[in-house]
């Protein structure tokens, strides 16, 4: 738990010195932690994702920074060069939207509105950075 979040929560507690505020305090309190660590846990993982033509494969970290891209000998076959970085544009977005839909699916839980997940939306990384941003 962070020093920021653990003054938050004695400052309600100390605002809040009746026992009628302790039972909905705790449960903030656990919601707030259950959050919190379902948000590092998508920070610490992988995922890819894929162009097209499912020849060139991208890998983004749970910030949404790319990790790796691996161009098969396929795609240096087939596709002409100057479609090779578009290509890879494409698997990068595929890696950071499977990402975004992972967040999407454990904040399901918490969020009271449905968030419209439009495919041609704004960049995902984007989207992260300024839903996280209070976080940090």
């Known amino acids: 738990m962070s020093d920021a979040y653990r003054r938050a929560v004695d ?5 809040t010195r009746t026992e009628a505020y302790e039972p909905a305090l705790r449960r ?3 919601a707030t932690r259950d959050l919190v660590a379902m948000v ?4 610490d993982r992988t995922y ?6 499912g ?3 991208a890998v983004v970290d749970g ?11 396929r ?10 970085g578009p290509h890879c544009r494409q698997a990068v977005t595929a890696a950071r939207l499977s990402m975004a839909q992972t967040i999407r699916a ?3 839980d918490v969020v009271t509105d449905p968030v419209d997940w439009d495919a041609g939306a704004r960049d995902p990384l984007t989207v992260w950075r300024d839903a996280t941003r209070g976080l940090r």
């Open 11 to 15: 400052s309600v507690r100390e605002v």
């Open 55 to 57: 020849t060139i494969v």
């Open 40 to 43: 590092a846990e998508t920070r």
């Open 75 to 84: 795609a240096v076959r087939d596709l002409p060069a100057n479609l090779l």
């Open 48 to 53: 890819e994702g894929t162009d097209e033509t």
């Open 28 to 30: 903030a309190e656990e």
């Open 106 to 108: 454990g904040l399901d």
């Open 63 to 73: 910030a949404g920074e790319v990790t790796d891209v691996r161009i098969s000998a």
